[in-house]
């Protein structure tokens, strides 16, 4: 095979990478009725007059599976991550006891579930969609090889790689919305 087409075809393997990657972390966020640090990933807290994530100035753990623990470095930021937890609209309820901020996670309904999975439906299509527009392109590059001189042959060659590629990496988004409605669905 050319060159020209096998870093084509390396492109848009990593580019690929890149929407899984992607997929996998809109996936994330979409909270499955665990507790999970991750949930105050876009909690922001003023802090010495600049906007700071959360993970900056306090550390979030999970004691059992309904709740989290912000512990702040420093106690005079009680009130303030209190405050930005309630602004933030996670959906949590900050209990501070002047030490800590409990967040209790509260168990999903059905109804809630139901809309979880559409979402992560929703996030899982737009994963497609980006690897499907990955293939369009390269597609569009291996063919604009002709004017190099790379014969009708190859082409139609590297056009079956990028189709398998593509195909394995569709797989690879239906596995984790798989795994991620498993989760939701789970009692």
Do not use: F, M
């Given at each position: 095979m050319n060159d020209l087409i096998k870093k084509q075809l390396?492109?848009?393997?990593?580019?690929m990478d890149k929407a899984i990657d992607h997929a996998d972390g809109e996936l994330t966020k979409i909270r499955a009725g665990k507790a999970m640090p991750s949930m105050l990933d876009s909690v922001v807290v003023e802090y010495y007059g600049?906007?700071?994530?959360?993970?900056?100035?306090?550390?979030?753990?999970?004691p059992d599976a309904r709740t989290l623990v912000v512990q702040p470095?420093?106690?005079?930021?009680?009130s303030k991550i209190e405050k930005a937890i309630i602004d933030s609209n996670v959906g949590l309820n900050p209990q501070n006891d002047g030490l800590v901020i409990r967040l209790n996670v509260p168990p999903l309904t059905e109804e809630r579930r139901r809309d979880l999975v559409k979402k992560v439906k929703e996030e899982a299509e737009?994963?497609?969609?980006a690897i499907r527009n990955i293939r369009k392109e390269t597609n569009g590059k291996i063919q604009r090889l002709k004017?190099?001189?790379i014969s009708e042959d190859e082409i139609k060659v590297a056009e079956g790689e990028v189709q398998k590629l593509t195909d394995s990496y569709i797989v690879k988004v239906?596995?984790?919305?798989?795994a991620k409605e498993k989760d939701i669905m789970t009692v």
């Open positions: 390396n492109d848009s393997k990593t580019l600049s906007p700071t994530p959360l993970s900056q100035v306090a550390s979030i753990n999970t470095w420093e106690k005079t930021l009680l737009k994963g497609r969609v004017s190099e001189g239906d596995k984790l919305v798989e």
